[in-house]
């Protein structure tokens, strides 16, 4: 079963919340309920939660997260909160059964309540299943400047990539999926290797031209990033490794931070234990080298900060 009384348990030291579901029922009373606790919380810095709903909160709730893992539903209630704290606090209880407004006379020159400012939280690492570039830029929640490890699942192009870059000017670990929508075609198609910006092509008196988005252009949009994951590379060359170290010369001349790839395993799936690793020495780290590298064996949480929090706690089963 799960607990419904999360919302009377204070814990003024939570910095970590991992909450999740123990069954497949689902009720409305479960997110009021996490969602209350999560707005007397404002110690927390890194929440992993995937609401059922759409939660209610604040504006002012969860104003030290660093670290986010959740859903659309999620993001955007704290992008959007239309409730007040108090009115918040409120609506994430049972209404009494006879209206307030039947036994409370309401003074007729009372003000509307002006909504507070949202507040634009410091998150570091933004994890939200689904989401598209389009919501990334929409967000007023987040400070822009923070912002250095981010999972994108969809975008339209490089003219959007490029507006992220500008935005997020400090990414320094990326996920990008390997197909990508343009607004003039029905179906994703990969993002390829090669990039033809407004090439003219002459078949039979017929002029086309292309457009197409290429991780050779993507990368460098990021000046500062380091880790880039994902097999869209391996993908647009075919996994062919002759072509996959000429992708990746090309990639150290033109992200100067470049560390780490993911690397495809020989039945060509996303390798789970080992990376392509990217060094650089000399006094101007002008001898650039890689190599196959396992990967260190840490938690995501553990890769993503670097240290361990005194305080956390999670809720539900554990899965790794």
């Known amino acids: 079963m799960e607990f419904l009384h999360l919302a009377e348990c ?10 999740v579901l123990q069954n497949a029922a689902v009720s409305t009373a479960l997110d ?3 969602a209350l606790f999560l707005q007397n919380h404002p110690t927390i810095e890194v929440l992993h939660w995937l609401p059922l709903g759409m939660p209610q909160l604040s504006s002012d709730a969860l104003p030290n997260l660093k670290s986010l893992r959740s859903n659309r539903q999620l993001i955007m209630a704290v992008n959007v909160p239309s409730l007040s704290s108090s009115q918040a606090a409120a609506s994430l209880v049972t209404p009494p059964s006879t209206p307030l407004a039947n036994t409370i006379p309401v003074p007729a020159d009372v003000e509307p309540t002006v909504a507070s400012p949202i507040i634009r939280r410091k998150i570091e690492n933004l994890d939200i299943y ?13 400070d822009p400047s923070t912002l250095r490890r981010l999972k994108l699942s969809s975008f339209d192009g490089l003219d959007t990539l490029r507006e992220i870059g500008d935005t997020f000017p400090n990414i320094e670990w990326l996920l990008l999926p390997s197909m990508y929508m343009p607004p003039d075609s029905l179906y994703p198609i ?16 017929i002029t086309h031209t292309s457009t197409k988005a290429m991780w050779l252009e993507i990368l460098p949009i990021f000046p500062k990033l380091e880790t880039f994951r994902g097999l869209g590379i391996w993908q647009s060359v075919s996994h062919d490794k002759d072509e ?3 992708v990746i010369l090309a990639l150290v001349q033109s992200c100067p931070k470049l560390r780490i790839l993911d690397r495809a395993d020989k039945y060509q799936n996303w390798d789970p234990l080992k990376e392509i690793v990217i060094t650089r020495t000399g006094e101007y780290e002008e001898h650039i080298n890689y190599g196959i590298v396992r990967k260190p064996n840490r938690s ?15 809720i539900g089963n554990l899965l790794t």
Request: include cysteine.
């Open 130 to 142: 689904s989401l598209d570039a389009h919501t990334l830029l929409e967000l007023k929640c987040i």
């Open 244 to 246: 996959m170290h000429q």
């Open 10 to 19: 204070r814990l003024p030291k939570l910095k970590e919340l991992k909450l």
């Open 300 to 314: 995501v949480i553990a890769l993503y900060h670097q240290k361990s929090y005194n305080s956390h706690l999670r």
């Open 190 to 205: 990969p993002v390829s290797k090669v990039y033809f910006s407004s090439v003219v092509l002459l078949v039979n008196q």
């Open 32 to 34: 009021r309920s996490r």
